[in-house]
């Protein structure tokens, strides 16, 4: 009796097989960890909400006057990752999981909404939004990494990718 081995053939067909069942399941994977990094990021940047209260707490709720980034780390300039520091307890606080860039040269994944600067969290205005802290956006990101899409934190302490502060038509 002798042992029966693969022809080529079968051998050709469970490679083909393989090869379809990679080419199906490594752009799902590659959505998968896109969507967890974009999730990570949403939850720092509500980790940046949680910060800026207690920066509001220690000054009269009144937001702090900062420039909206900086361009590297020798950069003086008052911004929200050497301000908001002492509250969010590590430089990790300002990095997205899927910035490989900006953080590393300036510091920070995420801009300051300059426009909001110094006002009283307790009645804000922005582009005619007033007292609707759901649409006024504190922070956001430096550049759309998450396919296209840029996520924001809110004056309510939200956050989400979604833009909340278009006009209306009302």
């Known amino acids: 009796m002798s042992a029966r081995g693969f022809t080529l053939m079968e051998m050709l067909v469970v490679l083909a097989i393989i ?9 799902v994977a590659r959505g998968f960890v896109a969507r967890s990094r974009e999730a990570a990021c949403l939850d720092r940047l ?14 009269q709720g009144r937001l702090p006057v900062l420039e909206a980034g900086r361009l590297d780390k020798s950069d ?3 911004v929200l990752e050497t301000v908001l520091l002492p509250y969010v ?6 990095r997205c999981p899927e910035d490989d860039r900006e953080f590393a040269r300036s510091g920070s994944s995420y801009l300051w909404n300059t426009s909001l600067n110094g006002q009283p969290i307790a009645n804000l205005s922005f582009f005619g939004i007033e007292n609707r802290p759901d649409r006024i956006p504190l922070v956001t990101d ?26 209306t038509g009302r």
């Open 19 to 27: 090869a379809a069942l990679a080419g199906i399941g490594i752009p």
């Open 76 to 78: 003086d300039r008052p």
């Open 46 to 59: 509500r980790n940046l909400g949680i910060g800026l209260e207690g920066y509001l707490q220690d000054h």
């Open 89 to 94: 307890g590590s430089p990790e606080a300002f």
């Open 142 to 167: 430096k550049e759309s990494w998450h396919s296209g899409r840029v996520n924001f934190l809110y004056a309510d302490h939200s956050s989400s990718n979604k833009v909340r502060f278009g006009a």
